[in-house]
């Protein structure tokens, strides 16, 4: 379970990003209904796309940019615009979705990448649930837990489905994205040279 001082700032900054980005996307339901917010949220992806192209300075191919342009579409169309009244309702649902989209590239491009998964996913888990934690501090906004016991055995069970299903599958597939890039590019430059 050790860790670098390095990878405990990318750990960090990980954990950081994944927590806001649950504090933003559900502070978005206050203003949007669930399907509204979480459209919005899921312009992540082409929001790691643009930020990669312009932070690693990689160009984009013809098809990647008609990919771009047809999932902005796809969002597009699935918003519902009557249900918003004006900007603000919709900045949460922005934010979470670039909140999302630094987590992935943390993910993808720091040491994270090599490490154990399951030991990276506990540190950010950890400290996405402490700034969850000094949020409801700081802004005096309490986690309510007025529930049933059984209900709490479902939410228990749904956030075990979540993190050990959901988040840990998408870190593994982003970490072994990187990892197969990484070796074809190093085949690719060993050829060419």
């Known amino acids: 379970m050790k860790v670098s001082l390095e990878d405990f700032f990318h750990l960090f900054l990980a954990g950081f990003a994944y927590g806001m980005t649950s504090l933003t996307l559900f502070s978005s339901y206050n203003y949007l209904t669930g399907g509204s917010a979480t459209s919005i949220h899921f312009i992540y992806p082409a929001l790691i796309f643009i930020l990669s192209s312009l932070i690693y300075r990689n160009r984009p191919t013809r098809g990647e940019t008609i990919a771009l342009i047809l999932c902005a579409f796809g969002l597009f169309m699935l918003f519902d615009f009557s249900n918003s009244s004006s900007l603000r309702d919709i900045i949460f649902a922005v934010i979470s979705a670039f909140t999302f989209a630094f987590y992935s590239i943390i993910v ?37 837990i007025d529930i049933s016991f059984k209900d709490f055995l479902f939410l228990l069970f749904y956030a075990f489905i979540l993190t050990l299903g959901a988040t840990l599958m998408f870190q593994t597939a982003v970490i072994i994205g990187e990892r197969n890039r990484y070796s074809f590019n190093s085949r690719t430059n060993g050829i060419i040279n």
């Open 108 to 144: 993808e491009r720091s040491n994270i990448s090599y490490m154990n998964v399951k030991k990276s996913l506990f540190y950010i888990c950890l400290t996405a649930s402490l700034v969850i934690f000094v949020y409801t501090l700081i802004f005096k906004s309490p986690i309510y």
